[in-house]
């Protein structure tokens, strides 16, 4: 579809960040270095190819059960306490500290999403546990199918300054049982981070917060069962830290999920509704895709005949000899019945090979006609932005007849809102060649910089546009109402805002003030050299002009989730594959290596598992969108480590779209339902709100 910096859980000091190693000499690369970023080419996903769209019968509705609410019960608020594990690092030493961490969740009447962080000092909260907190709070939504509007949630650690990610599993915890009227266990602790798919993220130290804990009276402590081994930082040596556990007289239990974490922590399972659907693309799905990957190495093909027509290449050959891996992987692809897989290879090569072509057509005008001549050939690209317009225009007029369908338009917007982040980025290159002094070679960067961003926004129209394609006209639940739509819309985005408020503040901000840069420069640097931070940027960027300035409720609603969903995911990402994974980049910040190598592969073991639970979960619905990120996923799982990055992205995207769908259709709603739920569950419960099979979509001119 979309196509760092390493903070320990208390801010350790004494680490050389990739970032810092690669920041200065990439800034003083030459003006050509775009188009190596040609290369991410393969991050764009969920695109279609074609113009007509499925007919069939309107959606039936399927049987969501209502919650009913208690009327003798009276709804509180409820309050959990929870012990959190921590790890500091002295000049001598590390030590790890347990923290208590009350968990308030009581209903609102107002209607409006309410979240609160209460510190003990000014300061004393820092953005990555604030990010934790809203992840909590947007995965229990979704697990529990309620409106997080209808509820106020408060976070109050420990006295004192805190930080790190490694609340994220057991702040969930809380979150839940405060909800379901669970208690937690005062003698255990947990340490570990959560990611979107409810999965337990690795983090630093455990070795020495199980220390921690045990000097705080904890009996138990759960792990990321993707950490059986961790290094203790005393001693620079791994250690096996269930049999570190015993011999401090803890019970370390590895675990995966927050299923699993949950059950150890509070005594009672937490509701995990299972389906027997197919995890198969349906056949007219299938059809759709290896029509379009045909479609795109046409598109391919023709790109790479005008290419070795030109009588100069400007030494563009080696890229496209990545269009034509490309190509061959699509071929081999369809080859083995894997249209995801062949529409995703060939639109990549299609990309790649045009990109190609416009480099030299740009370098070409440069050297014959100077600069005037090079900003006459990117004005021609700067049409995206009327093409955004017009894409948005025809994303609107979709009528969604399924919950499925929500979730193609979710997608579709979701392209489009990277889109609008790279039109962004064009506009604020152009306000700085008008009104920086820079040298010709620096006003050269930044013009093919703008070439960049405007020719990949037209890429990701196409994407936006073909979604349509392949993605509606399937499943069978009616959409949701548009206010179940905006409720986990909203959450969303603000567990995205939040996550990026932490890149700012951990990568950002403490490489520009190392460097003497603007934060600024710094930030529009990791934008051209990340394309997971850029996707999130982008589509962050884009809520409010979907929101405000183009498009009309109900379609704002599944434009913002779209958005959301995007900054989410990718903003996940940058995260994870910086602190739990501790990516090792080269000079051109390509990822060769991981510090947690083996954490790695057991996060993308978790990570398909429990994306193919999600997809197998609502496999009535047909869910298309949440299959093709599947498949896709599993045919990087064995790359380079580019490719494993990408495999863990896309099992995420497949898992959030498959989260989102149940929470539509109420598969979430009516697992808590059926074995008895809390007042303070029922006061929330999307369950009670309508459904419909079209007529809340309709259009009012």
């Known amino acids: 579809m979309m196509v760092p910096v390493y903070v320990d859980d208390c801010g350790h000091s004494g680490w050389e960040s990739p970032v810092r190693r690669t920041t200065m000499k990439k800034l003083t690369n030459a003006a050509f270095f775009w188009l190596a970023l040609s290369a991410i080419a393969l991050l764009l996903a969920a695109c279609g190819g074609g113009d007509s769209k499925q007919t069939r019968e309107e959606a039936t509705p399927s049987p969501v059960a209502t919650a009913e609410p208690t009327e003798e019960a009276e709804v509180t608020s409820r309050t959990v306490e929870v012990t959190a594990l921590a790890v500091t690092e002295t000049p001598t030493e590390a030590f790890g500290e347990a923290i208590t961490e009350r968990i308030t969740v009581g209903p609102s009447d107002t209607g409006e999403l309410k979240v609160s962080f209460a510190e003990s000092e000014v300061g004393g909260i820092g953005d990555m546990w604030t990010s934790a907190g809203w992840t909590a709070v947007a995965l229990s939504s979704l697990f529990l199918g309620i409106d997080p509007r209808q509820y106020e949630f408060t976070f109050e650690p420990g006295s004192g300054r805190i930080d790190g990610p490694s609340a994220g599993g057991i702040t969930t915890i809380g979150v839940l049982a405060a909800i379901l009227g669970d208690d937690v266990r005062e003698d255990a602790a947990m340490t570990g981070a959560i990611n979107p798919d409810g999965t337990i993220g690795s983090v630093g130290g455990i070795p020495q917060k199980i220390e921690g804990a045990a000097e705080a009276g904890k009996t138990l402590v759960l792990v990321p069962a993707i950490q059986r081994f961790d290094v203790d930082l005393n001693t620079g040596q791994p250690v096996d830290v269930v049999e570190w556990g015993t011999t401090l007289g803890v019970e370390v239990e590895p675990v995966s999920t927050v299923y699993e974490a949950y059950e150890l922590l509070t005594g009672n399972p937490l509701p995990r509704p299972t389906g027997t659907g197919s995890a198969q693309l349906p056949p007219d799905a299938f059809n759709k895709l290896k029509a379009s990957a045909t479609e795109w190495i046409g598109r391919y093909e023709a790109a790479v005949n005008r290419f070795l027509a030109l009588p100069d290449t400007f030494g563009f050959d080696e890229d496209m000899f990545i269009a034509d891996e490309m190509a061959f992987d699509a071929d081999n692809a369809l080859g083995e019945g894997l249209a995801a897989v062949a529409y995703e290879r060939a639109f990549s090569a299609g990309y790649i090979a045009e990109s190609v072509l416009q480099a030299v057509a740009l370098a070409e005008a440069y050297y014959m006609g100077g600069v005037d001549a090079l900003v006459a050939e990117v004005q021609a690209l700067a049409s995206a932005e009327t093409r955004l317009v017009a894409t948005l225009q025809r994303l609107e007029a979709e009528s969604p007849r399924s919950a499925t369908d929500v979730l193609a338009l979710t997608d579709a917007y979701s392209n489009a809102a990277i889109a609008f982040g790279l039109i962004e980025e064009a506009n604020t290159f152009i306000q700085f060649l008008q009104e920086m002094e820079l040298t010709e070679d620096e006003a050269l960067d930044l013009i093919f910089s703008i070439a960049t961003s405007y020719s990949e926004a037209s890429f990701f129209l196409d994407a936006a546009e073909n979604n349509l394609v392949y993605g509606l006209g399937f499943g069978q639940s009616p959409p949701p109402d548009p206010e179940v739509v905006t409720a986990i819309a909203e959450t969303v985005r603000r567990a995205a805002d939040a996550n990026l408020a932490v890149i700012d503040a951990t990568i950002i901000e403490p490489e ?75 000079e051109w910040f390509n990822v060769v290596g991981f510090g947690r190598e083996r954490s790695l592969s057991d996060m993308l073991d978790l990570a398909d598992d429990r994306a193919d639970e999600l997809i197998t979960l609502v496999g009535e619905e047909e869910p298309v969108t949440a299959i093709y990120y599947h498949e896709n996923a599993r045919s990087y799982r064995e790359g380079t480590p580019e490719d494993k990055i990408s495999a863990l992205f896309y099992n995420w995207q497949a898992a959030i779209f498959a989260e989102a769908l149940a929470y539509f259709n109420g598969t979430f709603d009516s697992a808590i339902s059926e074995v008895g739920a809390s007042p303070l569950w029922e006061w929330g419960a999307v369950g009670a709100l309508p459904t419909g099979a079209g007529d809340d979509w309709s259009l009012e001119r």
Do not use: C, H, R
Not at 521 to 541: I, P, Q, T
Not at 542 to 563: H, K, V
């Open 512 to 586: 520009a003030e190392a460097y003497g840069l603007n934060p600024n420069e710094l930030k529009n640097f990791l934008m051209s050299a990340d394309a997971y931070y850029a996707a999130a940027l982008g589509a962050a960027d884009s809520t409010n002009y979907f929101a405000n300035t183009i498009l009309e409720e109900p379609q704002a609603s599944i434009a913002i989730l779209g958005s959301s969903l995007s900054a989410w995911s990718a903003s996940s990402l940058v995260i994870a594959k910086y602190y739990s994974l501790q990516a090792e980049l080269d």
